[in-house]
T-cell receptor, first 114, second 115 residues
């Protein structure tokens, strides 16, 4: 039962253009959504998050949009830079047994072409 | 100055063996996790500990036993290794999850290969 889905395994974008990474979820009880970035041979690193009561959160070049009715969120990177090339994981959290559990998608590999 | 460290980075072993992976964090966090990333790239929670107490146990075979000697360490011991245990295992830590947007800090991963 894959509650968080990233249907695009890979994406290539020209440097300077916008990168849009998508994520869909099925559980309407998720409270927060997070994006992590992962370079090869390293662990994921936190990028940005959004509460389920918001529809947009922005941090520098990174903006996350949440469409609750569609159960869809997206990460926009503008402008894209070669250093953004990495695997991006979408994650969602739900409260369970007094704590939060995080469900991750399978990731989208972004390649930014110079 | 590594925040979350794991040893070893690579582990190759035979089926049926017992092995351990160690994790340490120097961030002063109370909560630590083990995740498994399998060949299909799913990153799945296995265990979560808060202040040395097990709070999440995600239907993991009891061949996997986490041990938290103190809140800075969460080790993973695996008995009778099977081929399907081959994966990358990530340790992570965070402040107590008062809200669900708590940032988790991940270690570099341990790639386990069972032959």
């Amino acid at each position: 039962d894959q509650q968080v889905k990233q249907n695009s395994p890979s994406l290539s974008v020209q440097e300077g253009r916008i990168s849009i990474l998508n994520c869909d979820y099925t559980n309407s009880m998720f409270d927060y959504f997070l994006w992590y970035k992962k370079y090869p041979a390293e662990g994921p690193t936190f990028l940005i998050s959004i509460s389920s009561i918001k529809d947009k959160n922005e941090d520098g070049r990174f903006t996350v949009f949440l469409n609750k009715s569609a159960k869809h969120l997206s990460l926009h990177i503008v402008p894209s830079q070669p250093g953004d090339s990495a695997v991006y994981f979408c994650a969602a959290s739900a409260r369970t047994s007094g704590t939060y559990k995080y469900i991750f998608g399978t990731g989208t590999r972004l390649k930014v072409l110079a | 100055d590594t925040a979350v460290s794991q040893t070893p980075k690579y582990l190759v072993t035979q089926m049926g063996n017992d092995k351990s992976i160690k994790c340490e964090q120097n961030l002063g966090h109370d909560t630590m996790y083990w995740y498994k990333q399998d060949s299909k790239k799913f990153l799945k929670i296995m265990f979560s500990y808060n202040n040395k107490e097990l709070i999440i146990n995600e239907t993991v075979p009891n061949r996997f036993s986490p041990k938290s000697p103190d809140k800075a360490h969460l080790n993973l011991h695996i008995n009778s290794l099977e081929l399907g245990d081959s994966a990358v295992y990530f340790c992570a830590s965070s402040h107590p999850a008062g809200t669900g947007d708590g940032e988790q800090f991940f270690g570099p991963g341990t790639r386990l290969t069972v032959l």
